[in-house]
C-alpha cells in the first residue's frame, strides 16, 4: 500500500464553509486529499500513518497572491535593491520562498521578477530541486519607459508591448503583468502611464496566448480603461473612488487588495528616501479607500508585495478595515486560487485536490492570531515545515 497518511486536529476549516467541523481530520495520500470529515469517519479509511495535533485547526495552505519572490521588504531600501545583481536577486528568492513555506504559505502568484528568474525557480520547485511554495509566475513586467514599475521592464508603443507579451508567453509565464498607473496620487493626479490602445493591446495579446493579464492600477484613467477593456485582474487599487467600485463591483474583473505597503508605519520607513513623504500623507485617505472596496461586497484576495512569512499581517489589516475573519481566510486561500485559475488543484480541503495544508494552533475563526502559530505545514501532501 502507498503511504495514506491520517492527520487530525482539533478542529479543521475546509476553506469553504463559515464553521470549522470539530474534532476534523484529512486522509492523505497520492500528494493529494483523499477525504475530509471528523475523525471517526475518516479513520475508517486504510492508512498507515496517523498525525495528532490536539489543540490545533487544520486549513488549507495560504495563497500569498501578489508577491516577487527576489524582493524582500524587509530590507533597508527594499526597492532599490530590486537593482541588485541576478545572482544575489536568485538566492534571495530561494531564502525568501523558504520563509513563505514557513509561514504556511503553499502557493505564490508572482507579479513580476528579474531577468526571467521566477520561471527557474517555479521549475526548481517543481523538480524537487529547492524548497518553496507552488509558484505562478508573470515573467517580466511591462511598463512604460516614462512610467512606474520598480519590477518591471519598459516598453514603447502597441509594437513592443505584443512582442514582450508573446517572448514572456514563450519563455513560460503564467500570466501578464503591466503597470499601468503609479502608487500615489502625487501632484499629477494618477495619470495612466500606459495609453488606451496600449492597454488595450496588452489585453489582446494576452488572450491571444491563452494568458490571464493584470495590473498594477491605482485609479484615475486608467482603471476606467482596464475595466472597460476586459482586464482579468487589478492589484492594489489604493485611491479606487466611489463612482469606480460601483463599477468594478458589478465587473468580471477581479481584485487583488495589498494593504501592508501602505499601512505599515515600519515598512513605510524601508522606502527610498524620497517615497517617505507622499506614503505619510496619502495613507489615511487610502485607507479609506480601502475600506470603501471591502465594504462593496467585491470578491478579493490578498498578498503581501514581497513581505515574505508575513501574509498573516496582511490578514488583519482586512478585519481592521472591515472584512469578517471568514472573507479575510477566503481572501488568503480559496479566493487566491480562483483568481489564479487553480482553485481545481488548490486552495481548498477537498478530495482530490493537492494535499496543501497548514495545522495552526488554535481556531483562526474565532482568533486570527493563530495564523502566527504554524505547527506543520504540507504541499502536495509532504511535510515542509514542523515546529520542534
Ligand atoms: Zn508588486
Known amino acids: 500500500m502507498k503511504e495514506t497518511t491520517i492527520i487530525q486536529g482539533e478542529f479543521l476549516w475546509d476553506g469553504i464553509n463559515e464553521e470549522v467541523i470539530p474534532g476534523g481530520a484529512v486522509c492523505i495520500g497520492n500528494g493529494k486529499i483523499q477525504a475530509v470529515g471528523t475523525a471517526d469517519e475518516i479513520l475508517r479509511f486504510p492508512h498507515n500513518r496517523e498525525l495528532e495535533f490536539p489543540g490545533s485547526t487544520l486549513m488549507p495552505g495560504l495563497i500569498d497572491s501578489h508577491t516577487h519572490l527576489s524582493m524582500d521588504a524587509g530590507l533597508d531600501n527594499y526597492l532599490d535593491h530590486m537593482s541588485d545583481p541576478v545572482a544575489v536577486l536568485t538566492l534571495r528568492a530561494a531564502a525568501m520562498m523558504r520563509k513563505d513555506l514557513q509561514s504556511g504559505v503553499t502557493t505564490c502568484r508572482c507579479c513580476g521578477d528579474r531577468e526571467f528568474l521566477d520561471i527557474a525557480c517555479r521549475n526548481a520547485v517543481q523538480h524537487g530541486e529547492i524548497p518553496g511554495p507552488h509558484l505562478q509566475v508573470a515573467t517580466r513586467g511591462i511598463r512604460a519607459p516614462h512610467g512606474h514599475g520598480f519590477v518591471g521592464y519598459p516598453f514603447e508603443g502597441t509594437g513592443q508591448i505584443r512582442k514582450a507579451i508573446r517572448e514572456n508567453a514563450a519563455a513560460g509565464a503564467d500570466f501578464i503583468k503591466i503597470y499601468i498607473t503609479g502608487t500615489l496620487r502625487g501632484e499629477r493626479d494618477l495619470p495612466s502611464y500606459l495609453s488606451y490602445e496600449e492597454i488595450k493591446a496588452a489585453v489582446e495579446e494576452s488572450h491571444e496566448a491563452g494568458l490571464q493579464i493584470t495590473a498594477h492600477c491605482v485609479g484615475g484613467d486608467g482603471l476606467d480603461w482596464a475595466l472597460e477593456l476586459g482586464l482579468d485582474c487589478l492589484e492594489h487599487v489604493y485611491h479606487i473612488d466611489d463612482r469606480q467600485i460601483e463599477a468594478f463591483a458589478s465587473s468580471a474583473t477581479r481584485l487583488v487588495l495589498t494593504p501592508g505597503p501602505m499601512l505599515s508605519d515600519e515598512r513605510i520607513k524601508l522606502l527610498p528616501e524620497a517615497l517617505i513623504p507622499g506614503h505619510i500623507r496619502e495613507k489615511e485617505e487610502i485607507r479609506a479607500r480601502m475600506k470603501a472596496v471591502i465594504a ?67 481556531n483562526p475563526l474565532r482568533d486570527l492570531s493563530a495564523l502566527k502559530r504554524i505547527r506543520s505545514v504540507w504541499k502536495s501532501g509532504r511535510q515542509q515545515y514542523v515546529d520542534r
Not at 323 to 332: E, N, Q
Not at 343 to 361: C, M
Open 296 to 362: 462593496s461586497g467585491k470578491f478579493f484576495a490578498v498578498g503581501t508585495d514581497g513581505n515574505h512569512g508575513e501574509l498573516f499581517r496582511e490578514v488583519f489589516y482586512l478585519v481592521e478595515m472591515g472584512a469578517t475573519p471568514l472573507m479575510a481566510l477566503k481572501a488568503a486561500t480559496l479566493h487566491g486560487a480562483i483568481i489564479g485559475g487553480i482553485d481545481k488543484k488548490t486552495g481548498s480541503l477537498e478530495p482530490g485536490k493537492e494535499a496543501d495544508l497548514i495545522i495552526i494552533e488554535g
